[in-house]
Structures are given as C-alpha cells and as structure tokens.
C-alpha cells in the first residue's frame, strides 16, 4: 500500500525526529541512487535506517533540508483532504484569536502543519507563498483546499521568497483565482489599512506579524509626537494616530509604502495628524537629531539587516546604529519600539545591539517589553529558531 517512494534515514538519524523534529537534514538521509532521483518536492514516506515508517514528507534531493515531515501517519495521502483539514484547524484558531475579523495569517508553515507553505488572509483575498519544492508541486491542491475551505473571491501566489532559490525554484507573482483589482484593505487593531499584494507591495502585502506590538505601542500614543521609521504602510504609526497621537511623522525610501499609509490615514480620518517623508532612515535620522526634534515615541521597524551568515556582523552593527539613532530622538521619558525580523539575529544579541546603541547615544532607560510576533505566526515546539521577530519596548532616560 506504499503509494510514495520510500526515502531511508541513515542509521541512528531518527532520535530527533522521533522526538517530534518535522526535518531531515540532507547529510541524515541515505541519498543512494533511486533516492536522488525523485523529483524534488516529491512526497516520500520517511523511515528509520530499519525501515519504519516516520510519516509522509516532502523531500528534495538538492535542498539542505531533505525532508519535511507533514503527517506521522505512513499512510497518510498528501492530497486536497489533507490540506483541507490543516487549513480547517488553522481557521479554526484564528477564529478564536480574531473573532469575526478575517485579516491574519491563516498558515504559518510547520507551526500550522504545513511545511513551507504561508497563507496571509484579507477577508475574501488570500495570499500563499509556497516556498518549498513541496508545497510548489502541491499548488492546484492548495487552490482547491482554499475553496473548499474558504471559498475566497481571489487566490495570490506570491511566490518571491529568497528561500525558494534553495529549493530551486523561480521566483513568480500570479493569480490563481479570480482578480485583485488595486490595493486591498487590511482590518487590524480596529482601524482600516490598505496593502497591494498583487502591484509589487512587499512580501504579502502586509506584515501581520507586528499586530500586537502595534496595539502596544498604541496604547501609550495618546496626544503623544510620534516617529515611525521604516513605516511601510503606516501599520504603526496610522494606529496610534487612530489612538489619539497627536502628531505622527513616518519615514520610508519607498513611495508606493508611503502612498499606502497616506491613504489608511485618510480612511481613519487622521490624515491631518499624519505626514510622511520619503527618505533613506539612517540619513534623515541623523538629520532630525541636528535639527533637535523629540519624539515621545519612536518606532524602528527595519527590514532584516541580517540576510546571511556572512552580514551577521555588518547587520548587527545596523541594528545598533540604528538604536543609537533612535534613542537620540526619543524625549526624555519617552518611548522606543525597535524589532528586529532577521532569522539570523537571535534574541539575546539583538538585545546587546540595541543596549550598546543606548550607550552609544549616552541614554540611560529601561526595558519595559520583551516581544514577539502575533498569535498567528505561531511557533513550532521543536524549530523554536523560527521565532524570527524580535521587539523591545523601552523607556528612555
Ligand atoms: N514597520 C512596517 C514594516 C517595515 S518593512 C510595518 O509595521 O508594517 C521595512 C520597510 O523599510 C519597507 O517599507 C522599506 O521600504 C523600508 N526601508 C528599507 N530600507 C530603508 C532605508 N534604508 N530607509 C528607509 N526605509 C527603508
């Protein structure tokens, strides 16, 4: 009843799986001839050196990752049902987390029980990108699980993540279903945003994961001077104008960012306590603190500066320039929010950049907030390095 191809761990190799690991490393894998042959992205049952089964993997030959386990059952299909099923219990969480307001992250990859597969959802448009060989092959059973599912008006594959490059896979933008005509909106935190998935707006449009910090930092934003650098489309510095700031300034190199977040102001009716300015942060920061503007609150939500092994330390060294920078135009007793998404930067060193940054600017203070990413993106027991987003909320001195 073997339907796949069965793929062999060497001997001893299963210990980590066995204990709930969802990977295969490729140097784990007896990688004899008929193993190298299947086609990337393949489903496989994966079994010990002795031959039992550990489950049904997608498997790729020429991917560091060689194996990604999606069900413990040996003679599971991956097939629409079972992808259905996942997607049923994802939902099924985020309808607790949001109640009735569909604008999250319906999967996030292993945590959800779908390796390298990511579903961002805005209401009845929902954005996938499939970054494993696995999840690429699967494609048209993911449109018919998400209309079985969801039944959404429109389904984006947007396929640009750096990391479909060591599956071996192009890069690429396309509509499955229906059309997305124009920006979209995003519902988060209460007040009402605008994203465009489909006109080159970065990864899937918008970053769910900042949902919680944003409400944070929100909450303080009251008649607050607010500077949002790295601003995107305005996910925090629009709400705390919706929260009662009473001047928001944000900061991006990008227009159509910039754009974006003019418009959420409008459609919040707090266009008249928002402006934007279009500039490269490290320059305009240096230049607000000549000027000697102060902020009660300023936010560093930068890109990853840590893309690879080798920027470990270019990257770090930004992130503690940029805390020094951020911390010089904070009021004295003010607040700063500064996160860090690099997958490379783990926790307790982005900590030690942003306290040599307060040094650095000679500011004393305390750290009030240790954060993460939304409920949404949750985080798979045994691949706790996925955590990739890292925040502090600090008062300054
Ligand atoms: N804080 C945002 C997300 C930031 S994403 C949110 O809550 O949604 C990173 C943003 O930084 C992008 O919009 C990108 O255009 C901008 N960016 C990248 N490098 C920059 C630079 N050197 N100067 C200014 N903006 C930059």
Redesign the pocket.
């Known amino acids: 009843m073997a339907k796949y191809p069965s793929v062999f761990l060497r001997a001893g190799e299963d210990r980590r799986l066995r204990q709930g690991h969802p990977w295969a490393f490729s140097n784990e894998i007896l990688m004899n001839p008929e193993t190298k042959a299947i086609a990337p992205g393949s489903p496989v049952i994966l079994r010990t050196a002795g031959g039992d089964a550990l489950g049904i993997a997608t498997f790729n030959p020429h991917s560091l990752i060689g194996a990604r386990l999606v069900s413990r059952d040996g003679t599971a299909l991956l097939d629409q049902a079972l992808l259905a099923a996942r997607f049923s219990a994802a939902l099924a969480l985020r309808a607790r987390l949001y109640g009735g307001v569909p604008h999250y992250r319906l999967v996030h990859a292993e945590a959800d029980g779908l390796p390298g597969l990511i579903v961002d959802r805005y209401g009845d448009t929902v954005v996938v990108q499939a970054n494993t060989a696995g999840m690429h092959l699967l494609s048209d059973d993911i449109v018919a699980a998400l209309e079985s599912v969801l039944a959404p008006a429109a389904i984006l594959f947007k396929n640009d993540s750096p990391s479909r490059k060591l599956e071996g896979l192009e890069t690429e933008s396309r509509i499955a279903r229906g059309s997305i005509e124009g920006p979209i909106d995003v519902i988060e935190n209460g007040a009402r945003f605008v994203c465009d998935p489909a006109g080159g707006g970065?990864k899937t449009g918008?970053?769910f994961d900042?949902r919680d910090n944003?409400a944070m930092v929100a909450s303080f934003a009251h008649g607050a001077r607010v500077l949002?650098?790295?601003?995107?489309?305005?996910?925090?510095g629009v709400l705390a104008a919706h929260q009662g700031a009473a001047d928001v300034t944000m900061?991006?190199?990008?227009q159509a960012?910039l754009d974006l977040a003019v418009q959420a102001a409008r459609l919040n009716q707090v266009e008249a306590r928002c402006r934007v300015v279009k500039?490269?942060?490290?320059?305009?920061l240096e230049r607000l603190a000549a000027a000697k503007e102060r902020y009660d609150i300023v936010?560093a939500?930068?890109?990853a500066f840590v893309k690879s092994r080798k920027d470990e330390k270019v990257g770090a060294q930004g992130y503690r320039k940029l805390a020094r920078q951020a911390a010089t135009l904070v009021a004295p007793g003010g607040l700063l929010f500064i996160?860090s998404?690099s997958h490379l930067m783990p926790a307790p060193l982005f900590a030690e950049q942003v306290r040599r940054g307060l040094h650095d600017a000679h500011r004393g203070g305390r750290i009030l907030r240790v954060t993460g990413a939304g409920m949404d993106h949750p985080v798979h027991p045994s691949l706790p390095e996925s955590a990739y987003l890292k925040g502090l909320l600090l008062q300054v001195d």
């Open positions: 970065q918008w970053f900042q944003r949002d650098v790295f601003s995107y489309a305005g996910g925090f900061l991006d190199r990008s960012a500039g490269e942060a490290f320059d305009e936010i939500d930068p890109p996160a998404c």
